[in-house]
C-alpha cells in the first residue's frame, strides 16, 4: 500500500512538472506570435498612412481638375471629376476606418503581450 501511495505521488509531481514545463513553452509561443501581430500591425498602419497621403493627393487633384473644367464649361468632364472626388472620398474613408482597426488591434496586441510576459515571469518564479 506504501509503494502505491509513493508511486501514485511520484507520477503525480512528474506530471505536474512535465505540464507547467509545457505552459512555459505556450506562454513563449504565444508570446512570440503576440509580437509578430504587432510587427504586422505595424507595416499595415504605415501602408495605411501612405495610402491616406496618396488618396489626399489625388482628392486635391480632382478638386483642382473640377474647378477648372466648371471654369471652362466642360461640364461632361466635370461629371467625371465628381464621379473621381466620390471614389477618393470613399477610398479615403475606407482607409481611415483601417488605420482605427489597426490602431485598435495593437492596443489589444500589447495588453496580450503585457499579460503574457507577466505569465511567463510567475511560470519561472514557480
Not at 506562454?27 to 510587427?39: C, E, F, G, S
Not at 488618396?55 to 483642382?64: A, N, V
Request: glycine share 4%; hydrophobic share 25%; with cysteine.
Amino acid at each position: 500500500m506504501g509503494r502505491r501511495i509513493l508511486s501514485l505521488l511520484c507520477f503525480a509531481v512528474l506530471g505536474s512538472v512535465f505540464a507547467l514545463g509545457q505552459d512555459v513553452a505556450n506562454d513563449r509561443r504565444d508570446l512570440h506570435q503576440d509580437r509578430r501581430d504587432l510587427r504586422q500591425d505595424r507595416v499595415d498602419r504605415r501602408n495605411d498612412r501612405a495610402d491616406i497621403r496618396s488618396d489626399g493627393r489625388d482628392l486635391s487633384k480632382d478638386r483642382r481638375d473640377l474647378r477648372q473644367d466648371i471654369r471652362n464649361g466642360n461640364y461632361k468632364d466635370a461629371r467625371g471629376d465628381r464621379r473621381d472626388i466620390r471614389k477618393d472620398r470613399r477610398d479615403l474613408q475606407n482607409d481611415r476606418r483601417d488605420l482605427r482597426a489597426d490602431r485598435r488591434d495593437t492596443r489589444t496586441d500589447r495588453k496580450d503581450l503585457r499579460a503574457d510576459r507577466l505569465d511567463l515571469r510567475t511560470d519561472r518564479r514557480k
